[in-house]
């Protein structure tokens, strides 16, 4: 996520600016600059992918860089970049967490949880 808001992430404009691809042009649909926003909002290699994000955080929203300043939109957009399997190659496994274990809190009462002990 803090690649995507500094831009700092392997997009083609990103990489282009160090000589690292020949080109800034988006690989993807090779329709315009690849930058975080056209990877978010315009990219048509990812209209699915967009249209399933979309619907997790509500039809009227729109899609677009704001969604990374936003706490509530982390785990919707973490699914939307593991689906693009855009970053796959540079990152790994970007899943988000099952909601379950993101959300639960250690309980600093119950010396129980992950063995740890809070003497």
Known sequence: ITQLRTEHIPLAAYLHRFNLAESPTCQQCLEGTET???YLKNC????KQRRAL?????QATDVGTHLLGTRK??????????DTKRFAESHGDLRP???AQQSRAIDPDDETQAGITWG
């Open 54 to 58: 979309k619907f997790a955080i509500g």
């Open 44 to 47: 048509k290699a990812y209209k």
């Open 73 to 82: 939109n982390m785990r919707h957009i973490l699914k939307y970049v593991h």
């Open 36 to 38: 975080v926003a056209h």
């Open 97 to 99: 967490e099952p909601q």
